[in-house]
């Protein structure tokens, strides 16, 4: 029988490059789409492909662009993918407030140009899944869970973006009957979560203020309410979405809150830092009692003109149809961030 074969745009990502790994050990072949950087940018997927070797015969990298329409269409034509995830995107929150039309680009119209290219190659039997994100819902009126039915209302142009691509997926699907499904995942992070995001931030700050490396770690909005699960977990869901037996739209989460200043005092806890909190505001900060040394302080420029202030996500749609459930929780995620930090930092 024929390999199933998948490709990925957002291969070098966080979640792209777990799904990979996750890709191959399912027998597939993987396809990844990287773009052009003056500077090295696989360094997610270096171990399972050494792109001078060309040394792994289950995956293939190629060079592509969300904003490049055409080469996407080669791409998807040439490769005739049984599936196709479109995990790339500039995907933080706060710089979308930099380069608003960027992102759109992007995070939106990307999608359009993948779910087009899939379209016109009359590809009928490959399926699409959309990074779709709980960004979209922004503006939670009531603190609590969300579902499928739960209003959009996002509070950035990344959100904005990511609500017409979540769109252009269920349209795609009902125009054309494209197989096309969207994941609505809530934060998930990992080792792999790029440096400027929030977790990635605190851990990797706090161990290296443990080991004397670092002074200081400054932050934005301590009291954000996030709910956050493992990137490998996620990326399970994401195939399983697509193994569904039609295409529909999922979301994924752990229904666990945290805000922002406990996930730090559970990593101080575990790092045996011990902290305490003084002061309001843009005033507040954390002392580390053993020198009485300032360690966390708050700086406006981490704050952004619009917040999402709470998300909590209700999997159960998922939990009873797909049979999806988080294996991680918040201590063995932060447990698995923190050991990774103390070898690497
Ligand atoms: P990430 O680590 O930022 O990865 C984004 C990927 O997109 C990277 O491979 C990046 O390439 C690629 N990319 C960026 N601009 C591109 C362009 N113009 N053309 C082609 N590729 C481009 O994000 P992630 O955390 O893995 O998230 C994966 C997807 O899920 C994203 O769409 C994100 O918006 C969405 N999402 C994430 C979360 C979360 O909590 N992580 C939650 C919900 C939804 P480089 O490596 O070269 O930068
Ligand atoms: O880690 P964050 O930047 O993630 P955010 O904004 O929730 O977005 C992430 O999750 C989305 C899913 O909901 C994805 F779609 C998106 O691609 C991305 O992966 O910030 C989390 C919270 C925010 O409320 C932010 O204001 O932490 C707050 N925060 C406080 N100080 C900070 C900081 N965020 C960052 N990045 N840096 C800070 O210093």
Known sequence: MKKKSALIFGVTGQD????????IKKGYMVHGVKRRSSSPNTERIDHIFDSINFKNKDFNLYYGDLADGSNIFKLINSIKPSEVYNLAAQSHVKISFDIPEYTSDITGLGTLRILESIR?????????????????????????????????????????????????????REAYGLYASNGILFNHESPRRGANFVTKK??????????????????????????????????????????????DDWIIATNKEKSVKSFINLVAKKLKLNLEWKGQGINE??????????????????????????LKGNYKKAKTLLKWKPKHNIETLI???????????
């Open 202 to 247: 605190i851990v990797q700050g706090l161990v290296r203020i443990k080991k004397g490396k670092q002074k200081k770690l400054s932050l934005g909005n301590l009291y954000a309410i996030r709910d956050w699960g493992h990137a490998k977990d996620y990326v399970e869901s994401m195939w399983k979405i697509l193994q569904y037996k039609k295409p």
């Open 285 to 310: 900060v954390a002392i580390d009692k053993k020198n009485n040394k300032i360690v966390i302080d708050v700086n406006k420029k981490f704050f952004r003109p619009t917040e999402v202030e709470y």
């Open 120 to 172: 016109a190659s009359g590809l009928k039997k490959t399926k699409y899944y959309q990074a779709s994100s709980s960004e979209m819902f922004g503006k939670v009126l009531k603190k609590k869970s969300i579902n499928e039915i739960t209003p959009f209302h996002p509070r950035s142009m990344y959100g904005v973006s990511k609500v017409f691509a979540y769109h252009t997926t269920v349209h795609y």
């Open 335 to 345: 447990d698995d961030m923190i050991n990774y930090e103390i070898k690497n930092s």
């Open 16 to 23: 792209g490059s777990y799904l990979a790994e996750f890709l």
